[in-house]
């Protein structure tokens, strides 16, 4: 039998680095080992084809650079390598510097773009119909001070909006005429809603109106907008302002006080924000009395839209009348069954009535998806999820593929969650390997540039890779794990990756490599205290050539580089809290100049919720340059002090209505929002240990002097 | 045409004549390592919008070229790890110039600029600073921040990776 050299000195053999006793021993083995020579061959050739890679002809960049120093812009170029020991603090303090100065400087330049004086954007005509040619034209402040052309950015906004977003494009080139821009498009049929943002050719410097956007409503002839315009807008406006969501759905009523579909937005916005029992049930009343009225003239021969019918079954449901919600569906499926909302209905009482009857339930999604009619993304996903119950990989394939065509990152939660289930664990990695390759991780949106786009796909490509890795590892393909996963550590700070990393790396004897990901570990500040001792007696122990104080000085930068990254600089509006006592005070007088974590919590939300156990155990573990904020709306003093006693030591708990807590963070889900000492949101996080990371990321960087500017900061003021 | 040590030295401020020279090897190590024409062209900008300010930093140890190739190396480094960004060298394989028509070296060379665009950007980096740009372990391990054996472990590694790839490629 022929011992071969370990493959590592076979490449020290090509690299000419072995003494010469070894490299003599190894060219014996070649002179009678092919396997070994191939390799040997690679490698030499490789080197070869390496260092015979042309050098790409640099590109004319000259007069711009030119042009920009002219102008007083400088960037703080690094000259020398990062810390290898001396004093931590000041010169991870530079080594911060000197990586931000040069984001900065770039970020520095699109300041103006987010900070912009108000731009104008005018339509001409400013309410137009469907299929109308509508003429733009834009005047930049301060922006754009050297194109000729560029980009108006949109979004459009069909009938029954069936996609988890709607994608961006390219409307129209804005060219330049003067001091303006110029350009047209034409308003397409099927258009209700539209917004815009304006930016250079290359998507890196952006005018969002102060992120308000513009936006076109598309008209009737009667000189009203379209009544699913404003349900279009009011949908677009809720991720991004409640307050101008909710002035849509009154307006929605004021202009259409006959259609149900107007008093259903309008409801729901005002449920949004009722903080008491008794204002929800003066709604309620309001509200039966209310469709009692459009019952009324609604019912008997009048011929009703598909839509009216529609939001008859959802205002019935609304008001909670089951009767009147049986009596509409009734109508909608005998008036208009082809309707999508009468589609799903059918779809989705189908799927009670037959969820133990899985071939049955596929076969019908099966020809309601053949049908080709626009279908909402509920039916691909109950068949999916029936799929995934009923183990059956090839029709949970199918149907996750097709929800993904209009809800990708449904599908991805879907094959995520199936990757625990060993029968269907293979096919959920092929579908992981389908959605990497297909790479489509959501449209650009308007508040982003290309780069924030290209960071955003990277991140949520990481996630993936980091599932797909983990996914390997239980299979007990250590190695393919490896790689995977190292492709997945290169975009986020993932500490269960670097956990999956370290085994992997000790499972191939690759010390050195398991090392670097324990120091991270050892660094990472969600990691439970005495976790990150045992890591740190290890590193000490196993760690080879750099000191582990090394490592851990890299590490804490990586951590520290990567959060900033995902910084965001967003100012929020003040909010109203009152304690337990009922003393009135802010969030920014709580603040009192530190780091705030404020943490929604609802005391309903059950076991879907953080808890009060969990956030007390945040709390106390939270740097002293922290500090924690409890927000809830839905619970009486007496309520919270009942449930702070069994919970046993209090975080700080206030009481904010919900129309203000809608105000500042435009939603209530539980999570956390992370604030810097000068009042800016920071993060928004749902776990305990990202909130611990980017506490300790910006105590960093506020200790060391620096600006916060990851690359997604900005310093616009709110709308 | 003048030595690159007697430019800096002598003339610190002929941007026009530094970027002539060395505008060509900033952007190749960057498009190397980010495997993105737009993220080196980046790159470029941020290099040359400061270093008339740091040229006096150079103490002549070394070559000019060297030293402004790790300069580039650190640059691409810090946007890297912000953007990263593989799919780009699939469709902009930088273009073709001064090589003999030889088609078994066009197709060797595509296939290994596709290689290296699949492999992980730490395999990559690694790769590009020893085999493309000849810097030492010691060089790479200061430049990274990591151990000399970190950066042989991780040539080895990509070594073997691009020979997956390649072999899959052809």
Same mark, same amino acid.
């Not at chain 1, 991720?239 to 009154?250: K, L, V, Y």
């Not at chain 1, 006693?645 to 807590?661: E, H, M, Q």
């Given at each position: ?12 053999f ?19 080992c092919?396997?070994?020579r191939?390799t ?9 084809e ?18 920009? /120093? ?11 390598d990062p ?8 010169r ?5 510097v000197?990586?931000?100065?040069i ?5 520095g ?8 004086? /108000? ?11 469907? *299929? ?5 034209e834009?005047t =930049? ?5 050297s ?12 009938s ?16 330049r ?5 110029l350009?047209s ?7 209700? &809603? ?9 998507g890196?410097?952006i ?6 956007l ?15 315009? $404003?349900?279009?807008r009011?949908?677009d406006?809720?991720e ?33 924000e009722?903080?008491?029992?008794a ?9 039966r ?10 019912t *008997?021969?009048t ?9 008859m079954?959802? &205002?019935?449901?609304?008001?909670r009348?089951?009767a009147a919600?049986?009596?509409w569906?009734?109508r909608?499926?005998?008036?208009a069954p ?11 009482e $189908?799927?009670a ?20 009619a ?6 691909p ?12 990989p090839?029709q949970?394939?199918?149907?996750v ?5 209009v809800a990708?990152?449904?599908a991805?939660?879907?094959i ?12 959920a ?10 790479g489509r ?6 508040l982003q540039?290309? =780069?924030e ?16 890795g983990?996914?390997l590892?239980?299979e ?11 492709k997945?550590?290169t975009g ?8 999956l ?18 120091a ?38 990586q ?8 910084a965001?600089?967003e ?5 109203r ?6 003393? /009135? ?17 609802s005391?309903y ?8 156990e969990?956030?007390?155990r945040l ?7 922290a ?7 839905d ?21 904010v209505t919900?129309a ?8 209530m889900?539980?999570? &956390? ?9 920071r993060?928004?996080?749902s776990?305990?240990e990202?909130?611990l990371r980017?506490?300790?990321t910006?105590?960093?960087a ?5 600006v916060v ?8 003021a709110?709308? | ?6 430019l ?7 941007l026009?004549?530094?970027?002539e ?7 190749r ?16 900008q ?11 930093t ?7 070229t ?6 580039a ?14 799919r780009?060298?699939?469709t ?7 090589f003999?028509?030889n @088609?078994?070296s066009?197709?060797?060379r ?15 980096t690694v790769?590009v ?10 060089e790479?391990a200061?430049?990274?921040?990591? @151990?000399?054996?970190a ?14 790839y390649?072999?899959?490629? @052809?």
């Amino acid at each position: 039998m022929i011992m071969h050299p370990r493959e590592r000195s076979l490449h020290r053999f090509a690299d000419g680095s072995l003494d010469v006793r070894r490299r003599r021993r190894i060219s014996r083995h070649l002179s009678r080992c092919v396997r070994c020579r191939a390799t040997v061959s690679f490698i030499r050739r490789l080197k070869e084809e390496a260092r015979g890679l042309p050098s790409p002809p640099a590109p004319d960049l000259l007069s711009g650079i030119a042009g920009r /120093r002219a102008a007083g812009e400088r960037s703080i170029v690094p000259t020398s390598d990062p810390v290898a020991g001396g004093e931590p603090r000041l010169r991870i303090a530079a080594a911060i510097v000197l990586g931000l100065a040069i984001s900065a400087t770039t970020i520095g330049l699109l300041l103006p773009a987010w900070a912009a004086e /108000r731009s104008t954007l005018r339509f001409d005509p400013d309410q137009p119909r469907q *299929g109308d040619l509508v003429r733009v034209e834009y005047t =930049p402040a301060g922006l754009f001070g050297s194109e000729d052309r560029l980009v108006l950015r949109g979004q459009f906004r069909t009938s029954h909006e069936l996609r988890e977003q709607p994608p961006t494009t390219a409307v129209a080139i804005l060219r330049r005429s003067g001091s303006r821009f110029l350009g047209s498009f034409t308003l397409p049929d099927s258009v209700l &809603y539209a917004t815009f943002a304006v930016e250079d050719t290359g998507g890196r410097a952006i005018d969002t109106n102060a992120r308000r956007l513009w936006e076109i409503m598309a008209h009737a002839p009667d000189g009203r907008p379209l009544l699913e315009a $404003f349900r279009q807008r009011d949908l677009d406006l809720q991720e991004r302002s409640w307050d101008r969501a909710r002035a849509t759905a009154e307006s929605a009523v004021k202009a259409y006080p006959d259609h149900p579909g107007a008093w259903v937005w309008v409801r729901s916005r005002q449920l949004d924000e009722a903080g008491t029992d008794a204002t929800v049930d003066s709604l309620d009343e309001l509200h039966r009395q209310r469709f009692d009225q459009l019952e009324a003239a609604l019912t *008997g021969d009048t011929i009703l839209s598909g839509d009216e019918l529609a939001w008859m079954v959802w &205002y019935a449901a609304g008001v909670r009348d089951s009767a009147a919600v049986q009596f509409w569906i009734n109508r909608l499926l005998a008036e208009a069954p082809g309707h999508v909302r009468a589609v799903q209905v059918k779809a989705v009482e $189908f799927f009670a009535a037959h969820q133990d009857e899985p071939e049955r339930l596929l076969r019908e999604f099966d020809r309601i998806w053949r049908t080709g009619a626009p279908v909402h993304w509920q039916i691909p996903w109950l068949a999916a999820s029936a799929a995934g119950d009923a183990q059956q990989p090839e029709q949970f394939r199918r149907w996750v593929m097709r929800l993904a065509e209009v809800a990708g990152r449904r599908a991805d939660l879907l094959i995520l969650g199936q990757l625990n289930d060993p029968t269907l664990r293979p096919s959920a990695m092929d579908l992981l390997r389908w959605r990497l390759s297909d790479g489509r991780f959501g449209s650009r949106s308007l508040l982003q540039t290309a =780069p924030e786009h290209a960071e955003a796909e990277d991140t949520e490509r990481a996630r993936l890779l980091a599932a797909l890795g983990a996914a390997l590892a239980a299979e007990g393909r250590v190695a393919a794990a490896v790689d995977t996963l190292e492709k997945a550590v290169t975009g986020v700070w993932d500490p269960r990756v670097f956990e999956l990393l370290v085994q992997g790396y000790l499972s191939l004897g690759d010390t050195a490599a398991a090392v670097d990901f324990l120091a991270r570990l050892a660094v990472d500040p969600g990691l439970p205290p005495d976790s990150a001792d045992a890591l740190r007696h290890i590193g000490e122990a196993v760690g080879a050539g750099v000191s582990w104080d090394h490592r851990l000085l890299n590490a804490r930068q990586q951590m520290v580089g990567y959060t900033l990254a995902e910084a965001v600089a967003e100012p929020v509006h003040d909010l109203r809290l009152r304690d337990l006592d009922g003393r /009135r005070t802010t969030l920014f007088e709580e603040a009192a100049g530190r780091i705030q974590v404020v943490a929604l919590w609802s005391g309903y939300r059950g076991s879907t919720g953080v808890t009060l156990e969990a956030l007390a155990r945040l709390r106390n573990r939270l740097s002293p340059a922290a500090q924690m904020l409890v927000l809830t709306t839905d619970l009486t003093p007496d309520r919270i002090r009942e449930q702070l006693g069994v919970a046993g030591g209090p975080p700080s708990v206030f009481i904010v209505t919900r129309a203000d807590l809608l105000r500042t963070f435009h939603g209530m889900t539980p999570r &956390y929002f992370v604030l810097d000492p000068h009042g800016r949101l920071r993060f928004t996080s749902s776990r305990e240990e990202d909130v611990l990371r980017q506490v300790e990321t910006l105590r960093w960087a506020e200790a060391a002097g620096t600006v916060v500017s990851g690359a997604k900061a900005r310093n616009e003021a709110n709308p | 045409m003048k030595g690159a040590d007697d430019l800096v030295l002598n003339e610190p401020d002929s941007l026009d004549e530094l970027y002539e020279r060395f505008a060509p090897i900033v952007f190749r190590v960057a498009l190397r390592i980010t495997q993105s024409p737009d993220e080196a062209e980046d790159v470029v900008q941020d290099v040359f919008l400061g270093l008339p300010e740091v040229l006096h930093t150079f103490d002549g140890r070394g070559s000019f070229t060297g030293w402004i190739g790790k300069v580039a190396a650190r640059v691409s480094l810090m946007r890297l790890r912000r953007v990263q960004r593989r799919r780009a060298v699939l469709t902009r394989v930088p273009p073709l110039r001064g090589f003999a028509d030889n @088609s078994a070296s066009i197709e060797a060379r595509i296939t290994l600029e596709r290689a290296l665009g699949r492999i992980s950007a730490e395999l990559r980096t690694v790769f590009v600073l020893k085999e493309i740009e000849g810097l030492e372990h010691a060089e790479i391990a200061a430049l990274l921040g990591i @151990s000399v054996s970190a950066s042989e472990t991780r040539l080895y590694r990509a070594r073997k990776q691009l020979r997956k790839y390649m072999e899959d490629l @052809s």
